[in-house]
């Protein structure tokens, strides 16, 4: 069985063990990416981290940076040359990667399937619309990363067939549990974009709600950073709120070692709401209690394994905090629930074997029609 998969999000080194978990299943793989990605929060340059089994290469991007825009100039030539029975497109059903993708899967007569995570039931304009009903009408499957996401693909009459998956796991050798705790105040941790849906200002006003040994390390890019020194200085936390540039994603693990709880206070916007979290999975892989807001998946991705508090709710955010900083029966449960949950639920292999019964599926009904 031969696969295609494109997708962006396999310029991030860590998130290549799926691949190699696919190949292992007995899939000839082929990956593309671009060469970079460019967004709000910055560059994302390729990672060669995992690279056994499959093959991994670049392709040209037009429109980089432009979310509905963007598209692959070779991927005609590369569908030609490998001649895959399945194209695996990680892009949303209403850009024009999507569109591209689609019509050229259908040309070299492969089954197209595509990751969707959008939770919100959005009605776009011409000709995003019309895109977007296109690729749903011809989609031989499409995978959902969560259960919100398949709900609004079929409130938009996606009628196929259907999965939901997440798109990466862990590897739990990878994220796992540090050595014991060492002495230091009480850190919680923010990894990921500075941006204000993610609630960052919030964060800092429950952090001012925390005695004064509390700290808060925050890892990421993002347009927000300069106001949240501001916000840091006006709120007297100078010396506890720590900002740093962010970091390749091999150096992750470790820094999930530097925190004794990570928050994703994450905030719903007409246009956004958490899709997923993956730093509450790897922060559970890692024995790190989450904490997150109600905001879109968050709470199904928690499960019993962490604490959720109302969005929007700095006071309810500083009381899940406290009772972390101060109940060390609880930090020793929770750590020990998140990493049950995150093996049972999230690695790359499972993802990957869910993934490759998609392949088999979609090659079965090729062959049978």
Not at 91 to 117: D, I, K
Not at 300 to 308: Q, S, W
Request: proline share 5%; with cysteine.
């Amino acid at each position: 069985m031969r696969v295609l998969m494109l997708s962006r999000a396999c310029l991030v080194g860590i998130y290549q063990r799926k691949l190699e978990e696919i190949a292992a299943r007995g899939v000839e793989l082929l990956t593309l990416v671009p060469p970079c990605w460019r967004d709000g929060s910055g560059t994302t340059r390729l990672e060669r981290l995992h690279m056994r089994g499959y093959r991994l290469e670049t392709t040209s991007i037009r429109a980089n940076g432009h979310f509905h825009l963007h598209h692959f100039p070779q991927l005609g030539k590369a569908l030609r040359d490998f001649r895959p029975d399945v194209l695996h497109v990680d892009e949303e059903p209403y850009n024009l990667a999507a569109w591209q993708a689609q019509w050229l899967g259908r040309r070299a007569g492969c089954r197209t399937l595509f990751f969707c995570w959008q939770n919100i039931l959005r009605r776009y304009p011409p000709p995003f619309n019309l895109g977007e009903r296109y690729v749903l009408r011809r989609a031989d499957h499409v995978i959902a990363g969560t259960a919100g996401a398949a709900d609004v693909l079929r409130a938009k009459g996606y009628g196929g067939p259907l999965s939901v998956i997440p798109q990466f796991g862990i590897d739990p050798q990878f994220f796992r549990p540090g050595e014991d705790r060492p002495s230091r105040p009480f850190t919680i941790g923010y990894f990921g974009r500075l941006v204000a849906e993610k609630g960052l200002r919030m964060l800092l006003q429950a952090l001012a709600q925390l005695d004064g040994d509390t700290q808060l390390l925050l890892i990421g890019g993002g347009p927000l950073r300069a106001e949240l020194k501001a916000l840091a200085r006006q709120l007297n936390l100078e010396g506890r709120v720590h900002i740093e540039e962010a970091q390749p994603s091999a150096a992750m693990p470790a820094q999930y070692h530097r925190i004794d709880a990570l928050a994703l206070p994450s905030l719903t916007r007409h246009n956004w709401k958490e899709q997923f979290g993956r730093v509450l999975v790897e922060a559970m892989a890692s024995g790190v209690p989450a904490v997150g807001s109600d905001s879109g998946a968050i709470p199904d991705v928690i499960g019993d394994a962490g604490l959720v508090f109302q969005e929007a709710d700095a006071a309810a955010l500083a009381a899940q905090l406290r009772r972390l900083q101060g109940e060390d029966g609880l930090r020793r449960h929770l750590a020990r629930l998140g990493r049950e949950r995150a093996l049972q639920h999230f690695t790359h292999a499972g993802v990957a074997e869910a993934t490759v019964a998609v392949y088999r599926a979609l090659t079965a009904s090729s062959a049978a029609s």
